[in-house]
């Protein structure tokens, strides 16, 4: 297959700017910000570990995000517990449930980006 995986996630906002600017002081992703170690960061990409990426259309009905969305964004993480206590900290609402989480698939939790965009959390389980 020629594709290698995904190149960028496109959305609308009300502020682009501040949209971005929540992303990247609370999540550490968007342009300028590496997660691979050693990487240089760069003004357009943000640098990515590689790893697992879920692509799943949901049926229009789902009620695992939000109705009024068209999508939900999920982000795996390598340390949730200090992501939430983070968010947290930092005024922002983030839900856990212990029946979201297995063993074998790993961890969740979520929260919303201050347009009201879902935001899932993923750590998978260690190696």
């Known amino acids: 297959m020629p ?6 996630l496109f959305f609308r906002s009300n502020d682009p700017d501040a949209l971005s600017a929540w992303y990247k002081t609370h ?3 968007g342009a300028g910000c590496v ?5 240089t960061p760069d003004q357009w990409s943000w640098e990515t570990q590689g790893g697992p990426v879920v692509f799943a259309p949901f ?4 009620d695992y995000f939000p109705a009024d969305k068209q999508f939900m964004l999920n982000l795996r993480v390598s340390d949730i517990d200090a992501l939430i206590a983070a968010l947290r900290a ?3 609402a983030v839900e856990t449930k212990p029946e979201w989480d ?3 698939i790993g961890t969740f939790a ?3 980006d201050p347009e ?7 750590q998978p389980p260690a190696a």
């Not at 594709?3 to 960028?8: D, R």
Request: proline share 6%.
């Open 116 to 122: 009201g965009n879902a935001i899932e959390l993923w």
């Open 27 to 29: 999540l550490g992703i």
């Open 3 to 8: 594709v290698l995986g995904i190149g960028g």
């Open 90 to 92: 930092a005024g922002i």
């Open 102 to 104: 297995d063993p074998s």
């Open 110 to 112: 979520r929260t919303h």
């Open 59 to 62: 049926k229009a009905d789902t």
């Open 35 to 39: 997660s691979t170690p050693g990487a």
